[in-house]
C-alpha cells in the first residue's frame, strides 16, 4: 500500500504535545497509527450495534447441539486419547 500526502491543520499546542511523545521526526507514523485505530473502533462499534449475526448456524455443525456439548464431546476425546500410565513403584 503506497503513501500519499494529505494536508491536515492542527493546533500548535496539539503538534507540540504528539512532538514532546513522539518527536517531530515521528508525527505521520503516530498520526495514522491513531486514525487507523480510531476507524478500527468505529468499525467495531458499528457491527456491535447491528443485528447481523457474525456467523451462521449452517456454517458450525459441531454446535447444533450447543457450545457446551461441543466442548464436552471435545474433553472426552481428549480423555479417551490419554493413556494412564501407573506410577513408578520404584521395585
Known amino acids: ?5 494529505a494536508h491536515i491543520v492542527l493546533s500548535a499546542e ?3 504535545e504528539i ?4 518527536g517531530p521526526r515521528g508525527r505521520s507514523a ?3 497509527e491513531v486514525a487507523q485505530k480510531e476507524l ?5 462499534l458499528a457491527f456491535l450495534r447491528n ?3 457474525a456467523w451462521k448456524a449452517e456454517d458450525h455443525p459441531e ?3 450447543g457450545a457446551a456439548a461441543w ?3 471435545l474433553r472426552h476425546e481428549s480423555e479417551a486419547g490419554i493413556k494412564v500410565v501407573p506410577a513408578w513403584s520404584g521395585t
Open 71 to 73: 466442548v464436552s464431546a
Open 51 to 53: 443485528n447481523v449475526p
Open 14 to 16: 496539539l503538534i507540540a
Open 40 to 44: 478500527n473502533r468505529r468499525r467495531l
Open 63 to 65: 454446535l447444533k447441539d
Open 19 to 22: 512532538d514532546l511523545a513522539v
Open 30 to 32: 503516530f498520526l495514522a
Open 1 to 5: 500500500m503506497g503513501a500519499k500526502r
